[in-house]
């Protein structure tokens, strides 16, 4: 019997759903196959699966999110953007492709189309507590820290027994310096027996405890999570850093070699080690982890800084034009700051100074939206101290020590690190680097407690460090604040004032990426501080005269020997040629001059400021009409 057509429709029909709902079956246990894979760790059997499923049509909303997600742990960002945007087009009122998309985006820090994407996922669903979560965190990325800290509460809010949500609260808090609120959020954390797994609370509680300067507590904490995690990478890369910022560079390259035997894969090691071997003087192998960071993650912008200050990337031309290329587009002003800073330092090293301007003049003007200038805070400080101890009254000694203090004071990058260098050379001296000792004690003092003498409070936290020291440099360039104290009241101290060009001394403070220096952003700003340092010492002179020698590094590098005999003579050192090597010290150097003193001596750091004339136009109409300054304009 022939079947007519109707009849026919109806059983190709019967036979199509059929075979649909066997593919379904088909594709719904091959998808619990590949999560039973992905759940007992065998990644590469459910990429498998994952990739055949697409292959064959299916393209389902759990398909797409399952595979975009096995490939943005496994580090595949370019394959879960494309499964995404996918997913996102087929399945526009789901939310959490947006949320996972949006991360992955923020760890590009293509921070606006993150949070255009965070945006729209809180506008299909309101209450989704997660969305909530990575707003904030992008918020935090883009350093909007109380907006972040409210956006928190309304996922906490939502979802209170969530630890992870009051894990970043207490680290938006560590951020605004909230220190004990932070610890209190963390300690209810740590006594939560519903937490099994404690090791970031307490990676962060280290962090906290660091911050607030209790470095041993700290320490400790850190020693424990490893003890307890031993495979945990964060951990080591911490107690590195720890280490690092005490200046115990030994304890510190060895603690991060450990780590980077465990888990080879953590680019951030490398540059820790790299930073490690600069501050030791071994620059080749500084230069060749540095390197090795970037081939593990070429975002890594703090790599590409430290690696510009004494690396033109010549021998590595495939990081160089991505350094040169990248878009800033959606990054945040630090990553700007430091990318900005990177390029300019190239452009310098290949003379191609309007470029190499144009790139100092962003850099500056992004680091100083987020570090605004405390050229204020310096020039009222001094004149507070000045107006409390310049006097011509005469202070009784109050110590006969036989103790040598050597306070290294001036303007960054005056060339006190190399003068620092030379006088290291000296086998009875003990450099106590930056220190605050100083600054600490003042912040104190009361004239009307004899007890506390800052003379002999100093000289106690000295031999507390340094029990055997007779020769002690103190390289707290602003210490030229407290000239008057250190001229009434210390005993047996020179006061070495480091004097430079003042134009080149103010372009490579511009071109350095000071932290803690915000005015360091502002060329007017850098020439006021100049001068207002120069005038005071040149008062304070006046009285102080025998304590004090001036030391001029364009003089040095012009004509060492005669120069370096003048400082050792005044010192009253017995005279020695090692002076001359002053590349030859083997103690660590921790300031931004860290590589070039590893060089011998040398004048090609002289008028580079005529490279940059345009630029450093404020600087010289403040300079011209200073009577002592002007000399140094023709």
Same mark, same amino acid.
């Given at each position: ?19 649909k ?6 594709s ?14 065998n ?9 055949q499923?697409?292959?064959?049509g ?10 975009a997600?096995l490939?943005r ?17 087929d399945?526009p009122?789901?939310v959490?492709?947006?949320i996972l ?12 189309k ?10 299909i ?8 979560? %990575? $707003? &904030?965190? @992008? =918020?935090?990325?883009?350093?909007e820290?109380? +907006? #972040?800290?409210? *956006?928190?509460?309304?996922? /906490?809010k939502?979802?209170?027994e ?12 560590k ?9 209190s959020?963390l ?15 307490m ?6 405890k ?7 507590e700290?320490?400790?904490v850190?020693?424990?999570?490893i003890e ?5 990478g964060?951990?080591?890369? %911490? $107690? &590195?850093? @720890? =280490?690092f910022e005490q200046?115990?560079?030994? +304890? #510190?390259?060895? *603690?991060i070699?450990?780590? /980077? ?5 953590m ?6 080690l790299?930073?490690i ?13 540095l390197?090795k960071?970037l081939s593990?993650?070429k ?28 878009s800033?587009?959606?990054?945040n ?20 100074f309007? +470029? #190499? ?15 605004p ?9 001094s004149?507070?101290?000045k ?14 020590s036989?103790q040598?203090?050597?306070f290294?004071?001036g ?10 260098n ?16 100083l600054?600490?004690?003042?912040k104190?003092?009361?004239?009307l ?5 800052p ?21 707290n360039l602003f210490?030229y ?26 372009i490579?403070i511009?071109?350095s ?5 915000h005015?360091?952003?502002?060329i ?5 501080m100049y001068i ?29 020997t ?5 400082i ?7 005279w ?5 090597s ?12 860290s ?36 000399k140094?304009?023709?």
């Open positions: 019997m022939i079947k007519g057509f109707g009849e026919n429709k109806k059983a190709n029909c019967s036979n199509l759903n059929s075979n709902r066997e593919n379904f079956s088909y719904k246990k091959q998808l619990n196959l590949a999560k039973y894979y992905v759940s007992s760790g990644k590469i059997l459910a990429e498998k699966i994952y990739s499923l697409i292959k064959y299916n393209k389902s909303y759990d398909v797409l999110f399952s595979y997600l490939s742990h496994n580090s595949k960002f370019i394959l879960a953007k494309k499964l995404l945007i996918q997913s996102i087009s399945y009122n789901q959490d492709h947006y998309l949006a991360e992955i985006l923020r760890l590009e820090k293509n921070f606006s993150a949070e255009e994407l965070l945006l729209t996922a809180s506008r669903n309101p209450r989704k507590s997660n969305t909530l979560y %990575n $707003l &904030s965190l @992008l =918020y935090r990325d883009l350093d820290k109380d +907006k #972040a800290l409210g *956006i928190i509460n309304k996922a /906490i939502l979802m209170p969530n630890f992870v949500y009051k894990l970043l609260k207490a680290d938006l808090f951020d605004v310096n909230k220190f004990s609120d932070s610890e959020i300690y209810d954390l740590y006594l939560n027996e519903n937490i099994k797994d404690k090791k970031d609370i990676l962060m509680l280290s962090t906290v660091k911050l607030d300067s209790k470095f041993k700290a320490e400790n850190l020693l424990e999570i307890n995690y031993p495979k945990f964060q951990a080591y890369l %911490n $107690l &590195s850093d @720890l =280490y200046k115990l560079l030994k +304890k #510190a390259k060895k *603690i070699l450990v780590g /980077i035997d465990i888990n080879p894969q680019a951030e090691m490398y540059v820790n790299g930073i071997y600069r501050n030791l003087g071994e620059i080749n192998e500084a230069k060749k982890y390197l960071a593990l993650n975002n890594l912008f703090n790599s590409y800084l430290e690696l510009s200050n004494f690396y033109d990337f010549s021998d590595n031309p495939k990081e160089l034009k991505y350094l040169l290329n990248m800033l587009s959606g990054l002003n630090d990553d700007i700051t430091k990318i900005s800073f990177s390029r300019g330092n190239i452009f310098h090293s290949q003379k191609l309007s +470029k #190499a301007a144009e790139h100092y003049r962003q850099a500056n003007e992004f680091k100083g939206k987020d570090y200038s405390n050229k204020k805070y310096y020039l009222e400080k004149i507070e101290i107006d409390k101890f310049y006097n011509n009254e005469i202070v009784k000694k109050t110590d006969n036989n040598e203090l050597i290294i004071v303007m960054p990058r005056s060339g006190s690190t190399l003068l620092e030379i006088l290291s050379l000296n086998q009875k001296v003990f450099d106590l680097g930056e220190t605050d000792i600054p600490n004690i003042m104190n003092y009361n004239s407690d004899s007890e506390k003498n003379y002999r409070q100093y000289l106690n936290q000295i031999n507390k460090i340094y029990p055997k020291a007779r020769i002690t440099t103190d390289k210490n604040m407290y000239y008057p104290v250190i001229g009434k009241y210390f005993e047996n101290s020179k006061i070495i004032l480091c004097l430079r060009n003042p134009l080149d001394n103010i490579s511009y071109r990426n000071f932290i803690k220096l005015f360091s952003t502002s007017k700003d850098i020439t006021e207002h340092h120069y005038d005071l010492m040149m008062l304070y002179s006046k009285i102080f005269n025998k304590s004090l020698l001036v030391y001029n590094y364009d003089n040095l590098v012009i004509n060492p005669g120069e370096i005999k003048k050792i003579d005044c010192l009253g050192w017995e020695s040629e090692i002076y001359l002053p590349h030859k010290s083997k103690r660590s150097v921790f300031t931004a001059s590589e070039q003193v590893r060089n011998p001596i040398h004048s090609r750091s002289l008028k580079v400021w005529k490279n940059y004339e345009d630029l450093l136009k404020p600087a010289y109409d403040l300079i011209k009409n200073h009577r002592d300054l002007k140094f304009l023709n």
